[in-house]
């Protein structure tokens, strides 16, 4: 489990395996290394990874295909940077929300808004998930941990604050860019729970 609040953006340096079955990304980091170890759990760009490999600087994950089909994993490639967060301890602050890495769908970057004090980012989802979506609620976006400011019929805004857009991948996005989404998980569980 973790929080959405990303601890540092890592750089891919190599990645092994078929574009389209498993893939393992090669990782440079330096602060997550700190007390991470082989087989933890590690939030890359809001997907839930294992730890198979580490070094001094840098940590190895893997994907299956079924997490390759379902993220935006298959698209990235060396250079590309990623939100990168460790599994939340018991006793930790949840400053976030909370967040699985079990991402739901991906989206578009519609729009961008550069306002005085923050940048307004319009996505776009599959219509049959924006019934899980609702004004002031929590959204992760690649992992971070966002308010819904705006629901409108077929996408969404958020308001990225400048810490958020200078120490996440927020920064590197583009108009057009794809993005992994997770809905709050309470959303559908309460759903299932009135489905029965």
Known sequence: ?????????????EIK???NGARRFYVNCSLVLEDLKIGDSLAVNGVCLTVVEKNKSRISVE???ETIKKTTLGSYKPGDFLNLERAVKVNDRLGGHIVQGHVDATGKVVSIEKL?????FRFRMARSL??????????AINGVSLTVAE???DSFRVAIIPHTFENTVFKFLRVGSEVN???DMIAKYIESIIKK
């Open 1 to 13: 489990m973790f929080t959405g609040i990303i601890e540092e953006i890592g750089t891919i340096e």
């Open 130 to 139: 924006m019934k899980y979506v609702i004004p002031m609620g929590s959204i």
């Open 151 to 153: 629901k409108l019929s």
């Open 181 to 183: 989404i997770e809905i």
């Open 116 to 120: 005085p004090l923050s940048r307004m």
């Open 63 to 65: 994907a299956v295909e």
């Open 17 to 19: 395996g078929s574009r």
